[in-house]
């Protein structure tokens, strides 16, 4: 079965509710005709018949819309087996997006959401969104922070922000449930710490944001990583 992500759970059961619209519009719309064709010449009715295309094509034009957002949303399989997908970022401050990704605010994740991770670029697209071509790396080994860095840059990646990271878990929240996710950029932490999403170590529920040593040794094999190809920046 192929898990979908909330969003476009959401962008289909929109375009449901449209068509059924459409559907009852349509079956207006046919009576109308049958009505105009027995010889039934009112104004009233050929307004009617009017009005009625002109919502359908509304209709139409909110189906449209609603396709255009999912075509670039992949299946959550998709994602695991590390091919390329649209990232879209809504940039807010980092406590905002920590809520709205539902992730929960104990230890670290509360001391993340206090301090400063935003570069200075990404206070320049708050209130904006964007979309960016990321990936998520599986080494399928331990690895170093620096060595994984290496890998990323040779295929024309860049390491994902926690900005970038808090995206993600709010589009593709069960994700984290299944592996650790990384994110390798230091930004403005002094103590060279960055961020990963993972889950309580009691409670699988519980999804965190925490932080972990950037030259603490190895990251293990059931860790991935989050990038962003560099052309997309």
């Not at 710490?193 to 030259?215: A, K």
């Amino acid at each position: 079965m192929i898990i979908l992500c909330p969003q476009l759970k959401q962008n289909l059961a929109n375009i449901n509710s449209l068509k059924s619209g459409l559907d009852l519009e349509l079956s207006k719309l046919e009576e109308v005709f049958k009505e105009l064709k027995n010889g039934d010449p009112s104004t009233s009715l050929r307004a009617e018949r009017k009005e009625l295309i002109n919502k359908i094509k509304e209709v139409k034009i909110k189906i449209d819309s609603e396709i255009n957002k999912i075509e670039g949303d992949l299946p959550v399989k998709e994602i695991e087996s590390g091919k390329k997908f649209n990232l879209k970022v809504k940039y807010r401050k980092i406590v905002d997006m920590i809520d709205a990704a539902g992730l929960a605010k104990l230890g670290q994740g509360s001391y993340i959401s206090s301090i400063a991770f935003l570069n200075p670029q990404e206070e320049k697209l708050l209130g904006k969104e964007i979309e960016l071509k990321a990936k998520i790396f599986d080494f399928k080994k331990d690895i170093s922070s620096k060595d994984a860095l290496k890998e990323l840059d040779k295929k024309g990646y860049r390491p994902a922000t926690l900005i970038e990271l808090l995206a993600l878990a709010e589009v593709y929240p069960d994700l984290q449930k299944k592996f650790s996710i990384v994110s390798l950029h230091l930004g403005s932490s002094v103590d060279r710490q960055v961020p990963y999403l993972g889950v309580d170590s009691l409670v699988e529920s519980i999804r965190q944001v925490n932080l972990h040593w950037f030259d603490n040794g190895d990251w293990k094999t059931r860790c991935r990583f989050l990038a962003i190809l560099k052309e997309s920046n």
